[in-house]
């Protein structure tokens, strides 16, 4: 399998980067992860359209896209196996997960998405969504492997 994560912002070295990382290198899949930022002063409305836009330019076309977003499909981690499973095969293996800004998702980058994903109730700032995110594909394969990590 290939994960492609896209999301803004660009994680610095230190702790959230070494986390990202370890979880990145447990997993026996690929995974590619893709920053954007926009740098430029603007605010509201008019930001998310342009993180939204550089999203879009480094979403893979030929993978099945999951943003997540919290109006996404609330799942516990043996559900989310489940659904990474069957998105696996639905997409021939390639999956790209989509991590907006502070400002979520702009409507475009959700009508891309063939899925929506919510990390629970709780807000979470988007650069430790994606080490949450991370965990949680390696906690999948270690439920769909049968590897006793879940459990531990």
Known sequence: ?????????????????????DYARRLP???TIREVEERRPIEGAARLA???ALLLAA?????????????GKRLDSAGFALELARWRDQS????????????????????????????GAMTWPHLLARALLLEQLYRAHAILSGHPYHRA
Do not use: N, Y
Not at 59 to 71: H, I, R, Y
Not at 94 to 106: D, K, Q, T
């Open 1 to 21: 399998m290939h994960v492609t994560i896209v999301a803004v912002g660009k994680i610095k070295r230190g702790a959230l980067a070494a986390l990202c990382q």
């Open 29 to 31: 899949w690929t995974v």
């Open 50 to 52: 342009r993180e939204g």
């Open 59 to 71: 979403l893979p076309g030929d993978v099945f896209p999951v943003a997540l977003d919290e109006g």
């Open 92 to 119: 021939g293996g390639r999956l790209a997960f989509v991590i907006g800004g502070a400002g979520g998702l702009a409507p475009a980058v959700r009508a891309r998405c063939r899925a929506a994903l919510s990390l």
